[in-house]
């Protein structure tokens, strides 16, 4: 057991921290799925608290969001809307959820382990001088204390992690490794308006042009519970469209390995891996990716993991639950002529 032992600060007292909150993330005009996935998690954690489960969704008239809060789990929602809010910035949605977190006192605090939530998360801990846990995969309750489970040491280990001495105890947690409830839209929550004071002066980023790069309609890799990568073996930009066919396919989203960004063949969006997007998803398929210590780490999180390579000793078999070695060019038109038949026999 690994223990920090941390002065506990003067004048906080345990007892007046209730309730779960979940931050809400945005997608556009609407909440990404792994928002509800947290409402599920959070409401099971209420309950064995006796609390109540907390939605906190920032933005700019995005008050009509609220109904579908509520049907996921949400008993309370706290609703903070202003222009400054619309994109997210670092240092707006900072200072708004540590005002919001000093005012109401939340026992716990669940944020999504994307993007955003890994820059928002850690900021609003320092602010707050409490503890944060990231990228847990699981999630209880032990003696009224949150159990926060994470890998560790690359994966070898899973570590149990609790908060003693601060709150809110606070974590980021990974996609599509919490299960969503049957939503409820009979259900109502209480919504409480939070008034936005903040100067603009403030705000160190201004955003000036969103360029997307990744093609309308496709899944992203933080939301998606199969993802098809390509690497360096696929050989070209242009092989990339058995990639796409089979993703397409398996109703998942493509990915690719640094290599892949490096070489132009697809834009940083797409990069799966340590210094790109890490992934948890239910079958990750690597295709032509030998499998460098930074796409492997950012891997690890993946149910299944299946590998095709020409080079029987490329260590992402290392790692891989199954593994086939050969020519991805003559394997992946296979598996598409199969998956095409099956779906004109349904």
Known sequence: MIQIERKKPKDIYFSDYQDIWVVSERKGESIKGVTFELLGKGKELAEKLGQKTCAVLLGRKTGSLCEELAAYGADKIYL?????????????????????????????????????????????????????????????????????????????????????????????????????????????????????????????????????????????????????????????????????????????????SRAVVDLGWRPKSYQVGQSGTRVSPKLYLALGISGAIQHLVGIRGSDIIIAINKDPEAPIFGIAHYGIIGDLHQVVPLLIEELERLRCEM
């Open 80 to 256: 903070a809307e202003a222009d400054c809010l619309e994109e997210y910035t670092t240092d707006a949605h900072s200072a708004i959820l540590a005002g919001l977190i000093s005012k109401h006192k939340p026992n716990i605090v669940l944020y999504p382990a994307t993007k955003i939530g890994r820059d928002l998360a850690p900021r609003v801990a320092s602010i707050l001088a409490t503890g944060l846990t990231a990228d847990c995969t699981d999630l209880g309750i032990k003696e009224g204390l949150l159990v926060q489970t994470r890998p560790a040491f690359g994966g070898n280990v899973m570590a149990e992690i609790i908060c003693r001495s601060t709150r809110p105890q606070m974590a980021t947690v990974r996609p599509n490794v919490m299960k969503k409830r049957e939503p409820d839209y009979s259900r109502e929550a209480n919504i409480v308006n939070f008034p936005v004071k903040i100067d603009s002066r403030g705000i160190r980023t201004v955003i000036k042009e969103i360029i997307r790069t990744t093609v309308k309609g496709v899944k992203s890799l933080d939301e998606t519970e199969i993802i098809v990568s390509g690497g360096r073996g696929v050989g070209s930009k242009e092989n990339f469209k058995i990639i796409e066919r089979l993703a397409e396919l398996l109703d998942g989203a493509v990915g690719v």
